[in-house]
């Protein structure tokens, strides 16, 4: 039975089976929810109107600095090398980002590409869950369930005021000694790519020219009816049309089963759904400003978090050793290369293009 | 009369314009901040010469840091090509990389009818009468295939948008492709061109009896489109201060982002001229 599906980049997809097992299935799992997950610990502090004096205000935000300043960077020294060495089957950290924008490039015969602007937040390494421990956890016993443990490294970025937070959220951090974070994230890491807690992960952790894969929350587009949920055609403007424009019509045989099937398409509420873009390139990096520019676009409206990680796509994996565990900047004061361009694309300041 | 905020589309802007005109190309230094240094302030003209350092004014989409990269990839395409102060209604000549071109190069000249876009998306499209026949193109201003931008003719139209000259008659589109420069007179103020252009018969491509174009003759139609056009107006619009509010970027942004960019583009300025000096002395 053909029929056809509106995917999720808004590109019609024309399917030769509907398969109304897995559709079955799939519809009764739940996508979103308004609130975290059980085991989450309660993370914003209710506000209450503290009269407080600016004085006081600022006495306090000066012993917030304080108690926060002194902590110095890891460096790569500060990590035993022999342990962490490189090989195909590693998997690194990845690092939490906000979707900053697109801007428009173009490459060296002319064409234009569409690359989306990735600002790398003040990412630190707050934890690492070692495999054994990870696997007794709920989600890793899912994860691994038929395969081999791998850990699990937290990463935090945003730093913000403790004062907006509880002390059990604070407590998470107090252990490492940072800021507490405004975002959490968990990435699979193999166990040579760990990383101690404190580690700052920048834009230099990534590579010019590898595939990346981008994981956001899609745009929330709230209630919306068949037609553009899922791409029907509705009913004509005109020739009499009464009540039929943007109506899902039938909604089954009235033969088969007798009822309407699981799954069944009809309005309700789109977007806000966990979803990965795989295989980005990564086109240009900024160290200065810790930016990342990857061709595409990723889930997720402006100004949205999203993580990044290393491309999943076995044919799009790392043949050379990338920085491992992490890009450390250099110890002897040499600056790095501030703005990373791929070869492949045409740099602002270079003559104009002449085919 | 000071003006709230920056809007191109009212046309209050083009009476300002002259006003303001004959301060042109002399940046303002600011008394000074707490810190006691003098403050560089753009002259305010740059916000009609450079429209596209102004961001997209949609809040949900805005974001400083990339606003500011932006700008730098701007001004750095900057330095290689010059990219010269234009209006729609001026007459441009652009040259373009083309595969498929004799040359190699390609160069259309036509009237600038609209503009817009912001930042590196920035557009603007010139029309001519070919052979008869009416052809438009869009360039992308910061494209890295366009060689050269050359304004022939520095001058404004009573109009922001002159989309009315698709249905107008061929000779106010026609420009002569081997068009030479034309010196201005008064290098400080930039001419608005009166022209009223007279459209043919009906149909037309759009309602323009509905659309209040000054640079347009008489339109002679019957009552009933006139009375239909006053029907479906939005006259309260101009009272909207928050509307426009939302289309425009604030004063005091507008002032930081020119500021920002107004030292980079005078060096630019000074280096092209000494360039241009140095190749007539050269000629000499």
């Given at each position: 039975?053909?029929?056809?599906v509106?995917?999720?980049?808004?590109?019609?997809?024309?399917?030769?089976?509907?398969?109304?097992?897995?559709?079955?299935?799939?519809?009764?799992?739940?996508?979103r929810?308004?609130?975290?997950?059980y085991?989450?610990?309660?993370?914003?502090?209710?506000?209450?109107?503290?009269?407080i004096?600016?004085?006081?205000?600022?006495?306090?935000?000066?012993?917030?600095?304080?108690?926060?300043?002194?902590?110095?960077?890891?460096?790569?020294?500060?990590?035993?090398?022999?342990?962490?060495?490189?090989?195909?089957?590693?998997?690194?950290s990845?690092?939490?980002?906000?979707?900053?924008?697109?801007?428009?490039?173009?490459?060296?015969?002319?064409?234009?590409?569409?690359?989306?602007?990735?600002?790398?937040?003040?990412n630190?390494?707050?934890?690492?869950?070692?495999?054994?421990?990870?696997?007794?956890?709920i989600?890793?016993?899912?994860?691994f369930?038929?395969?081999?443990?791998?850990?699990?490294?937290?990463?935090?970025?945003?730093?913000?005021?403790?004062?907006?937070?509880?002390?059990?959220?604070?407590?998470?951090?107090?252990?490492?000694?940072?800021?507490?974070?405004?975002?959490?994230?968990?990435?699979?890491?193999?166990?040579?790519?760990?990383?101690?807690?404190?580690?700052?992960?920048?834009?230099?952790?990534?590579?010019?020219g590898?595939?990346?894969?981008?994981?956001?929350?899609?745009?929330?587009?709230?209630?919306?009816?068949?037609?553009?949920?899922?791409?029907?055609?509705?009913?004509p403007?005109?020739?009499?049309?009464?009540?039929?424009?943007?109506?899902?019509?039938?909604?089954?045989?009235?033969?088969?089963?007798?009822?309407?099937?699981?799954?069944?398409?009809?309005?309700?509420?789109?977007?806000?759904?966990?979803?990965?873009?795989?295989?980005?390139?990564?086109?240009?990096?900024?160290?200065?400003?810790?930016?990342?520019?990857?061709?595409?676009?990723?889930?997720?409206?402006?100004?949205?978090?999203?993580?990044?990680?290393?491309?999943?796509?076995?044919?799009?994996?790392?043949?050379?050793?990338?920085?491992?565990?992490?890009?450390?900047?250099?110890?002897?004061?040499?600056?790095?290369?501030?703005?990373?361009?791929?070869?492949?694309?045409?740099?602002?300041?270079?003559?104009?293009?002449?085919? | 009369?000071?003006?709230?905020?920056?809007?191109?589309?009212?046309?209050?802007?083009?009476?300002?314009?002259?006003?303001?005109?004959?301060?042109?190309?002399?940046?303002?230094?600011?008394?000074?901040?707490?810190?006691?240094?003098?403050?560089?302030?753009a002259?305010?003209e740059?916000?009609?010469?450079?429209?596209?350092?102004?961001?997209?004014?949609?809040?949900?989409?805005?974001?400083?840091?990339?606003?500011?990269?932006?700008?730098?990839?701007?001004?750095?395409?900057?330095s290689v090509?010059?990219?010269?102060?234009?209006?729609?209604?001026?007459?441009?000549?652009?040259?373009?990389?083309?595969?498929?071109?004799?040359?190699k190069?390609?160069?259309?000249?036509?009237?600038?009818?609209?503009?817009?876009?912001?930042?590196?998306?920035?557009?603007?499209?010139?029309?001519?009468?070919?052979?008869?026949?009416?052809?438009?193109i869009?360039?992308?201003?910061?494209c890295?295939?366009?060689?050269k931008?050359?304004?022939?003719?520095?001058?404004r139209?009573?109009?922001?948008?002159?989309?009315?000259?698709?249905?107008?008659?061929?000779?106010?589109?026609?420009?002569?492709?081997?068009?030479?420069?034309?010196r201005r007179?008064?290098?400080?103020?930039?001419?608005?061109?009166?022209?009223?252009?007279?459209?043919r018969?009906?149909p037309?491509?759009e309602r323009?009896?509905?659309?209040?174009?000054?640079?347009?003759?008489?339109?002679?139609?019957p009552?009933?489109?006139y009375?239909?056009?006053?029907?479906?107006?939005?006259?309260?619009?101009?009272?909207?201060?928050?509307?426009?509010?939302?289309?425009?970027?604030?004063?005091?942004?507008?002032?930081?982002?020119?500021?920002?960019?107004?030292?980079q583009?005078?060096?630019?300025?000074?280096?092209?001229?000494?360039?241009r000096?140095?190749g007539?002395?050269?000629?000499?």
């Open positions: 039975m053909l029929s056809i509106f995917h999720k980049r808004r590109r019609l997809v024309r399917r030769l089976f509907f398969n109304h097992e897995q559709v079955r299935t799939m519809s009764r799992v739940k996508r929810t308004t609130h975290p997950p085991w989450h610990v309660l993370k914003n502090n209710q506000r209450q109107d503290e009269k004096s600016s004085d006081n205000l600022r006495f306090v935000r000066e012993v917030i600095q304080d108690k926060y300043k002194n902590k110095s960077p890891i460096k790569g020294s500060d990590l035993d090398i022999e342990k962490k060495e490189w090989d195909p089957k590693t998997k690194r990845g690092v939490i980002a906000r979707n900053i924008g697109v801007q428009h490039m173009w490459e060296k015969d002319g064409k234009k590409v569409v690359c989306t602007v990735l600002h790398v937040l003040d630190h390494v707050i934890r690492y869950v070692p495999p054994e421990e990870y696997a007794k956890s989600i890793g016993a899912k994860v369930r038929n395969r081999k443990p791998l850990g699990c490294l937290v990463v935090g970025a945003e730093a913000a005021n403790p004062d907006r937070f509880t002390r059990q959220y604070c407590s998470l951090f107090s252990e490492v000694g940072l800021l507490p974070k405004k975002r959490l994230a968990r990435f699979i890491v193999t166990p040579n790519a760990v990383l101690p807690p404190c580690t700052p992960l920048t834009a230099g952790h990534f590579v010019i590898q595939a990346v894969d981008v994981y956001g929350k899609t745009i929330d587009y709230g209630f919306q009816g068949v037609v553009k949920r899922w791409g029907f055609k509705g009913g403007a005109s020739h009499g049309a009464t009540k039929f424009h943007r109506r899902g019509g039938t909604i089954g045989t009235g033969r088969d089963k007798a009822r309407v099937w699981p799954g069944q398409k009809m309005p309700g509420h789109m977007g806000s759904e966990r979803r990965f873009c795989r295989g980005l390139k990564i086109v240009r990096i900024n160290m200065k400003y810790n930016v990342i520019y990857v061709k595409g676009t990723v889930p997720g409206p402006t100004n949205s978090i999203v993580q990044i990680f290393d491309t999943l796509l076995p044919r799009r994996k790392f043949t050379e050793a990338p920085p491992h565990p992490t890009y450390f900047p250099p110890e002897d004061g040499t600056l790095p290369q501030e703005d990373i361009w791929d070869s492949s694309l045409h740099v602002f300041g270079s003559p104009s293009i002449s085919v | 009369m000071r003006q709230l905020f920056a809007n191109r589309t009212s046309s209050i802007l083009l009476q300002e314009k002259c006003d303001e005109a004959d301060e042109k190309s002399v940046s303002k230094q600011k008394p000074g901040d707490e810190s006691g240094n003098t403050v560089v302030v002259p305010p740059f916000r009609f010469m450079y429209p596209e350092f102004l961001p997209d004014p949609a809040m949900e989409r805005r974001n400083r840091l990339k606003e500011k990269l932006e700008r730098i990839d701007m001004l750095q395409r900057r090509v010059e990219i010269p102060e234009f209006y729609t209604g001026s007459v441009m000549a652009v040259t373009v990389a083309d595969a498929n071109s004799p040359n190069f390609a160069r259309f000249v036509g009237i600038c009818i609209q503009r817009g876009g912001s930042g590196l998306r920035a557009w603007f499209i010139l029309r001519n009468v070919v052979d008869k026949q009416g052809v438009e869009l360039y992308e201003m910061y890295p295939l366009i060689q931008i050359e304004v022939l003719r520095l001058e139209r009573l109009d922001e948008s002159l989309l009315y000259l698709r249905d107008a008659l061929p000779e106010y589109s026609t420009f002569p492709l081997d068009m030479e420069p034309e007179l008064n290098n400080s103020v930039v001419p608005i061109n009166p022209l009223k252009v007279k459209l018969p009906r037309w491509l323009w009896e509905r659309q209040n174009l000054q640079g347009v003759e008489d339109l002679n139609l009552q009933r489109f009375d239909k056009a006053e029907k479906v107006a939005k006259p309260w619009e101009k009272y909207d201060l928050m509307l426009q509010y939302r289309k425009t970027i604030p004063a005091e942004e507008q002032e930081k982002i020119f500021s920002d960019v107004h030292s583009l005078q060096q630019q300025e000074f280096k092209r001229k000494m360039r000096r140095r007539t002395d050269n000629e000499q």
